[in-house]
């Protein structure tokens, strides 16, 4: 008899935002009449910018004569593509990295579910607490993370970096030495950052200890502020030890489009292999490149005219991140991010849990936010707020909160 593997058996109950769907879904049968305003998952909900959808027609095009038929992309990604994240995304930024650093993928959900694939079985991993769930759950998959406490919500072989309100929501470095360090700025579930000194100490610490960082920066585009920095290879001996993943999805709405990349200097080692040919490896066997409709929609991102639009769109999201924050801020709650992040992470009334709040705001107000334990432990006690929603919604999930 063929065997399973069982590692996907001790994944805890199904994954947060699908418990957060079939809550919603048995509310809004319950009660039809109810106009349920979602402040819950991070999906977009502006249409594609114009420049992008002229890219995708233009492409479609090319795709219909033999003279501009294109088949399987390049492994890596166009080099029109790479070109132009290497130029916009990095040295723009001062950062030493190159195009053939760049692998195009389908999206940084994947691609930071699938970059474990290239580490040892032994090694163990550090994540912030609260986490984007996917770097936990594909290291549970992988047969990395130990034994899971249902009570404490932990798993044995993992060490958890609480993010607190005391430490800002940016981690201390761990007591224990971890081998992969995920780290996400900014922050999904929290909105924090992290400013450029302390990403230089984390930086620091995986040199001198010999860990790699992986490193989600998939709400770059949303930093207001200075000294917050874009990309983790503006760090000093970034090269040596870290890999950055990016998405279009926040950036510019292609979160049904799909589209990232991720960045593997080749300066990465572990010993004398090569993590850029580990992952070129990996790529090349078990991935058939993002379709070049798709490349040339992304390559239009980086046109003047992208990123005029884009960066419309980007503020279009933060009005509704700054009016959550001061209209909750009005009603008395505890708040933080919304500033370099369009999330805006607050803390339960009353000493409520996670759950219970959320079910509270489901049936008073027929508004749904995210609750915090689902990202960890340390997000007990605390509820997101996505400010990916339309403004209408926005003001009317706040009108509707200000009538609890
Ligand atoms: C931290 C983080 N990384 C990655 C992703 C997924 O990005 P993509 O749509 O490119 O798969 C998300 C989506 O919500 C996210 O919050």
Same mark, same amino acid.
């Given at each position: 008899?063929?065997?399973?593997?069982?590692?996907?058996?001790?994944?805890?109950?199904?994954?947060?935002?699908?418990?957060?769907?079939?809550?919603?879904?048995?509310?809004?049968?319950?009660?039809?009449?109810?106009?349920?305003?979602?402040?819950?998952?991070?999906?977009?909900?502006?249409?594609?910018?114009?420049?992008?959808?002229?890219?995708?027609?233009?492409?479609?095009?090319?795709?219909?004569?033999?003279?501009?038929?294109?088949?399987?992309?390049?492994?890596?990604?166009?080099?029109?593509?790479?070109?132009?994240?290497?130029?916009?995304?990095?040295?723009?930024?001062?950062?030493?990295?190159?195009?053939?650093?760049?692998?195009?993928?389908?999206?940084?959900?994947?691609?930071?579910?699938?970059?474990?694939?290239?580490?040892?079985?032994?090694?163990?991993?550090?994540?912030?607490?609260?986490?984007?769930?996917?770097?936990?759950?594909?290291?549970?998959?992988?047969?990395?993370?130990?034994?899971?406490?249902?009570?404490?919500?932990?798993?044995?072989?993992?060490?958890?970096?609480?993010?607190?309100?005391?430490?800002?929501?940016?981690?201390?470095?761990?007591?224990?030495?971890?081998?992969?360090?995920?780290?996400?700025?900014?922050?999904?579930?929290?909105?924090?950052?992290?400013? !450029?000194?302390? =990403?230089?100490?984390? @930086?620091? /610490?995986?040199? $001198?200890?010999?860990?790699? #960082?992986?490193?989600?920066?998939?709400?770059?585009?949303?930093?207001?502020?200075?000294?917050?920095?874009?990309?983790?290879?503006?760090?000093?001996?970034?090269?040596?030890?870290?890999?950055?993943?990016?998405?279009?999805?926040?950036?510019?709405?292609?979160?049904?489009?799909?589209?990232?990349?991720?960045?593997?200097?080749?300066?990465?080692?572990?010993?004398?292999?090569?993590?850029?040919?580990?992952?070129?490896?990996?790529?090349?066997?078990?991935?058939?490149?993002?379709?070049?409709?798709?490349?040339?929609?992304?390559?239009?991102?980086?046109?003047?005219?992208? !990123?005029?639009? =884009?960066?419309?769109? @980007?503020? /279009?999201?933060? $009005?509704?991140?700054?009016? #959550?924050?001061?209209?909750?801020?009005?009603?008395?709650?505890?708040?933080?991010?919304?500033?370099?992040?369009?999330?805006?992470?607050?803390?339960?009334?009353?000493?409520?849990?996670?759950?219970?709040?959320?079910?509270?705001?489901?049936?008073?107000?027929?508004?749904?936010?995210?609750?915090?334990?689902?990202?960890?432990?340390?997000?007990?006690?605390?509820?997101?707020?996505?400010?990916?929603?339309?403004?209408?919604?926005?003001?009317?999930?706040?009108?509707?909160?200000?009538?609890?």
């Amino acid at each position: 008899m063929y065997k399973i593997n069982d590692n996907y058996l001790k994944l805890p109950g199904s994954y947060l935002f699908s418990t957060i769907g079939r809550k919603v879904s048995k509310f809004t049968e319950a009660n039809p009449d109810k106009k349920v305003i979602r402040m819950g998952i991070g999906d977009v909900t502006q249409p594609l910018a114009p420049v992008i959808i002229d890219a995708l027609h233009s492409a479609v095009d090319e795709m219909a004569h033999q003279e501009t038929f294109k088949g399987y992309a390049p492994d890596l990604g166009y080099e029109f593509l790479r070109s132009a994240i290497a130029e916009n995304d990095f040295k723009a930024r001062g950062c030493d990295i190159s195009a053939d650093e760049i692998f195009v993928s389908d999206g940084a959900k994947c691609d930071s579910g699938n970059i474990q694939e290239i580490f040892a079985a032994d090694n163990k991993i550090a994540v912030t607490d609260p986490v984007y769930p996917v770097y936990v759950d594909s290291n549970v998959m992988a047969g990395r993370t130990g034994t899971y406490d249902a009570a404490a919500g932990t798993w044995s072989d993992v060490i958890y970096m609480p993010c607190t309100a005391e430490n800002g929501f940016s981690p201390e470095l761990p007591s224990e030495r971890p081998d992969i360090i995920y780290l996400c700025f900014p922050n999904n579930p929290t909105g924090a950052t992290i400013t !450029k000194e302390r =990403l230089q100490n984390w @930086v620091d /610490y995986a040199r $001198r200890e010999g860990c790699i #960082i992986l490193y989600d920066a998939a709400y770059e585009a949303y930093i207001s502020e200075e000294d917050v920095p874009h990309s983790i290879y503006e760090c000093e001996g970034a090269r040596e030890c870290a890999l950055e993943l990016r998405s279009f999805s926040k950036n510019a709405g292609f979160t049904g489009v799909r589209l990232g990349y991720t960045v593997v200097p080749k300066d990465v080692k572990c010993g004398e292999t090569s993590l850029h040919a580990l992952w070129a490896r990996r790529h090349g066997t078990k991935y058939n490149g993002a379709p070049y409709i798709i490349q040339k929609a992304g390559e239009a991102v980086y046109t003047a005219e992208g !990123k005029k639009q =884009l960066g419309e769109q @980007v503020a /279009y999201y933060m $009005r509704n991140a700054h009016t #959550i924050h001061a209209a909750l801020t009005d009603l008395g709650y505890t708040v933080s991010g919304g500033i370099n992040a369009p999330y805006v992470w607050m803390k339960t009334p009353d000493g409520m849990s996670s759950w219970d709040f959320f079910d509270f705001l489901l049936e008073k107000a027929n508004v749904v936010g995210t609750p915090g334990s689902g990202f960890g432990p340390s997000g007990e006690g605390y509820f997101r707020m996505s400010a990916f929603g339309t403004y209408e919604n926005t003001l009317e999930a706040l009108e509707r909160m200000k009538a609890l």
